[in-house]
């Protein structure tokens, strides 16, 4: 779907920066022969989806941009850390796979929670509980096979839980990686979101700074 001239397709999130985002990225380029169903979120597109606003006329986004505004007054800046691995839907053949914070949930979850509420003010947003996690693999359209991983080496074998191994999968990449997932979160960015052929094109409207009291 593609946005109205006079609208742009947007949503809010925290960017992944860039050291987080290499490690993930790593994790889910060798993630791919074991997950043949899935297609993987390329680096630079790695978020924290706060609100997702579909499509927003041009004169509203000064609007937006004073709701975020007011929405994190008084807001420091927090760590977060991303070491459990997770799968949508909870049961079921997983559609998309991604990871779980794990540290500072209870102010991302805070701040969620008012910048949401400034949106819905504005007429945006839904009453979809906010999960805080980084999506990384979505199953491939038309894909038989994307509740399985690898075939299994042995007939006969039953094939491997996708989300147990997943999840499996992504503690030992940072055991052997030593890898911490984990960065300072100092603001919010208003999104924009370019649908292509090729993949989503995510570019920065607005960056709203944490400061504290």
């Known amino acids: 779907m593609t946005a109205r001239p006079d609208s742009l397709r947007c949503f809010v999130a925290i960017a ?24 993987f979120v390329p680096p630079e597109n790695l978020h924290i989806t706060i609100q997702f606003l579909g499509d927003v ?49 209870a102010p991302l979850v805070s701040l969620a929670r008012d910048v ?18 980084i999506t990384l693999g979505r199953v491939k359209r038309g894909s038989p096979d994307y509740h399985r991983g690898p075939s299994p080496e042995t007939p006969g074998q039953i094939p491997p839980d996708i989300r147990s191994l997943w999840k499996d999968s992504f503690g030992r990449f940072l055991e052997e990686k030593n890898g911490k997932p984990e960065w300072d979160v100092t603001e919010v960015v208003l999104m924009q979101s370019i649908l ?18």
């Open 16 to 39: 992944v920066p860039g050291e987080t985002r290499s490690l993930l990225a790593s994790f889910a380029g060798s993630s791919k022969r074991l997950f043949p169903g899935y297609r």
């Open 57 to 105: 006329p041009r004169r509203s986004l000064e609007g937006i941009r004073e709701a975020l505004y007011t929405a994190t007054q008084g807001k420091d800046p927090f760590r977060v850390d991303f070491r459990e691995a997770g799968a949508f839907p909870e049961r079921g053949a997983p559609r998309i796979l991604h990871v779980v914070a794990t540290g500072g949930k």
């Open 116 to 133: 949401r509420e400034s949106l819905f003010a504005l007429g945006y947003g839904d009453t979809k509980p906010f999960v805080p996690h």
């Open 196 to 213: 292509r052929p090729e993949g989503a094109l995510y570019t920065p409207l607005a960056a709203i700074g944490l400061y504290g009291t």
